[in-house]
């Protein structure tokens, strides 16, 4: 993957103007982010009892990198009744998934530049 692969699910320039454009600092706050994923993701489902505490820390990870569909879609599952929220989490694991890939695909990038130096 390279920044060739973006789907666009992700703004990076959100991220590049938070970290002044340091390639080292945004490769650790998107591994941050993958990390979060790992751990929250699985319980983005009404099956599990943290699920909405899962939206809700996404949504923050998400907003902060420059996913912004995949933060509202949390903000939105985090507030809905139960029994129609799995719908909304539904969307939220496709957004999620859709943000990981473009965060590969960026991070591929990076470090592709690291080794041009």
């Known amino acids: 993957m390279a920044r060739r692969d973006l789907t666009g699910a992700v703004d990076f320039s959100v991220l590049e103007r938070a970290t002044a454009g340091a390639d080292d600092i945004s490769d650790e706050i998107l591994g941050l982010f993958v990390h979060q994923a790992s751990i929250w993701g699985p319980m983005l489902t009404t099956a599990q009892e943290g699920w909405r505490?899962?939206?809700?820390?996404?949504?923050?990870?998400?907003?902060?990198?420059?996913?912004?569909?995949?933060?509202?879609?949390?903000?939105?599952?985090?507030?809905?009744?139960?029994?129609?929220?799995?719908?909304?989490l539904v969307r939220v694991r496709d957004a999620l998934d859709r943000a990981l890939a473009d965060v590969a695909a960026y991070r591929h990038e990076l470090a592709l530049r690291s080794l041009k130096g």
């Open 53 to 88: 505490d899962a939206a809700h820390t996404l949504r923050g990870s998400a907003g902060g990198i420059g996913a912004g569909e995949l933060a509202e879609l949390c903000g939105t599952a985090e507030g809905a009744d139960e029994a129609v929220a799995e719908g909304h």
